[in-house]
């Protein structure tokens, strides 16, 4: 019979062994934080931020950043440069508290994503890292509430929004007027394609300096366009005032104008029309009620809103709406 050693049986380690262990230890996390902290104040030269959320943050990182088993000075440099910019964007963008608890979550993390790269493999590689330096600082994986349930949401930046409006108004004379009405539609109201080739004049009203777009359809709504894509908009609609439809007039059955009639999009250089709508939609995010975006961008529920931009939700709204399901059950008849 072979021996098996008993459920009290130990393997004892030499004292020696421990000490060593726990010197190298010191010393790695000690080198480790010199080099974090070399980084975030280089780092500091080119960012614009208060001083002394500056001591705050690198004297909340530090310590964070020195502990990690990173494998070189190279990757230490690095993962400082990006959980810094994290955790500045996170402090004083979204005003949010100093602490791994508020800091480090799901949809905080995607949202600063989102909003700040652009490029897919960026993107995928800042997350996964951040995702790894977030499990070993606090013991929790990062996992989304909705993960696999929406495709990917991306946005523009405000000098690409400029860019977009520009190219509308440089296109060829056939395409111009459909191209700005267009592109004002998508990224201005957040309209999808096809409720931008179902505006009729009638369905604009001007009203001083607002324009408001009548939606038509399913999900109708009346929608105010943000005020700098309106000189473009309104360019063009002088041009189909007696129009019926104010996109490619003209055309004939609705079948044909839902698969051709946002044709400008397709154009050489075009924007993209749902990354229009996506950024419109983060844009109100951050300006308004989460049940009036939900109405406004026509979805037909706030859960199909929140599969889709949960990582632009506002924490505080997301629990808002939870609390008002509470009071709804509890509602005495």
Not at 81 to 98: D, I, Q, S, Y
Not at 319 to 330: C, I, P, Q
């Amino acid at each position: 019979m072979i021996p098996t050693p008993s459920a009290t049986a130990s393997v004892e380690i030499p004292s020696t062994q421990i000490v060593s262990a726990l010197a190298q230890y010191a010393h790695r996390n000690e080198h480790n934080t010199r080099i974090a902290k070399k980084a975030m104040k280089n780092m500091r030269r080119t960012q614009t931020a208060p001083a002394g959320v500056w001591e705050d943050i690198q004297n909340f990182l530090a310590p964070l950043l020195g502990s990690y088993p990173s494998p070189s000075e190279t990757y230490v440099t690095q993962l400082s440069h990006r959980v810094t910019a994290f955790v500045l964007w996170a402090v004083l963008e979204m005003h949010t508290p100093l602490n791994v608890t508020d800091l480090f979550t799901d949809t905080l993390l995607r949202r600063f994503l989102h909003t700040v790269y652009t490029n897919v493999n960026t993107r995928t590689a800042y997350q996964s890292m951040l995702q790894r330096f977030v499990l070993h600082s606090t013991g929790r994986s990062l996992q989304s509430r909705h993960s696999g349930q929406r495709g990917t949401v991306s946005v523009y930046t405000k000098n690409e929004l400029a860019n977009a409006r520009s190219w509308a108004s440089s296109r060829a004379l056939r395409n111009r007027v459909d191209a700005m009405a267009a592109v004002a539609l998508a990224g201005g109201a957040g309209l999808r394609t096809p409720e931008i080739v179902f505006v009729r004049p009638s369905d604009v009203c001007v009203d001083g300096d607002t324009v408001l777009i009548d939606v038509q359809g399913a999900n109708a709504r009346q929608v105010a366009m943000r005020a700098e894509w309106t000189p473009g908009f309104l360019t063009a609609l002088e041009q189909r005032s007696t129009s019926e439809y104010i996109v490619r007039p003209g055309t004939a059955t609705s079948r044909w104008r839902v698969q051709h009639g946002a044709h400008v999009f397709k154009l050489k250089s075009a924007p993209d029309q749902m990354k229009l709508r996506d950024t419109w939609i983060v844009d109100m995010l951050d300006r308004l009620p989460f049940r009036i975006v939900t109405h406004l961008s026509g979805y037909a529920s706030i859960k199909a809103l929140v599969a889709r931009y949960e990582p632009f939700s506002r924490l505080d709204d997301l629990d808002l709406v939870s609390e008002f399901h509470d009071v709804m059950k509890a509602a005495k008849a």
